[in-house]
C-alpha cells in the first residue's frame, strides 16, 4: 500500500509541474493574422533595378547562354544562330524579376545566386515549350 501512495504522489507532482511548465510557455499575445495575398517570393522591396541595368544583364546573360550551348559545337556559326533566339526569350524573361542584388552579383561579380538558377530553369521550360507542337493524328476526323 506504501509504495501504491508514493506512485500517486510521484505522478501527482510530475503532472503538476508539467502543467505549469506547459502553461507558462504558452503565449498570451494575439497571433497575427496572416496576409493570404502576401508573396514570399515579391523583392518589391528590394532596391530599384534601373532599365539600363536590367538591359546589360539581359544581353550579357544571352550571350553567356549561346556560348555555353556552343561550347561543344561542331559548326559553331550555324548553332549560334540557332540558339541566339531561346537564348534571349530567356534572358528577357528572367529579366522582369530581377532584383538589384541578383544584377549586382551576376554584372559585377560574375556569380549566379541559387534564385537565379531556379528562374533559368522556369524561363527555358516558358521558353522552350513556346513552340507549337505538331498535331496529333486525327482518326475517323473525331475527337
Avoid at 509541474?17 to 494575439?30: E, H, Q
Wanted: charged content about 30%; overall charge positive; glycine content about 2%.
Amino acid at each position: 500500500m506504501q509504495n501504491k501512495k508514493k506512485y500517486s504522489l510521484g505522478t501527482l507532482c510530475v503532472s503538476f509541474c508539467l502543467a505549469f511548465v506547459l502553461n507558462g510557455c504558452s503565449d498570451d499575445k494575439p497571433k497575427q493574422q496572416v496576409n493570404k495575398a502576401h508573396n514570399p517570393w515579391d523583392h518589391s522591396h528590394d532596391a530599384v533595378v534601373t532599365d539600363i541595368q536590367k538591359h546589360v544583364f539581359e544581353h550579357e546573360f544571352a550571350e553567356q547562354c549561346v556560348d555555353r550551348e556552343v561550347s561543344k559545337s561542331i559548326n559553331k556559326e550555324n548553332d549560334r544562330k540557332r540558339f541566339a533566339k531561346p537564348c534571349m526569350c530567356i534572358a528577357t524573361f528572367m529579366m522582369k524579376d530581377l532584383t538589384a542584388v541578383e544584377a549586382e552579383k551576376f554584372l559585377k561579380e560574375n556569380k549566379s545566386t541559387q534564385s537565379l538558377r531556379i528562374r533559368f530553369e522556369n524561363a527555358a521550360y516558358h521558353c522552350l515549350q513556346d513552340k507549337q507542337q505538331p498535331e496529333s493524328p486525327q482518326v475517323f476526323k473525331s475527337r
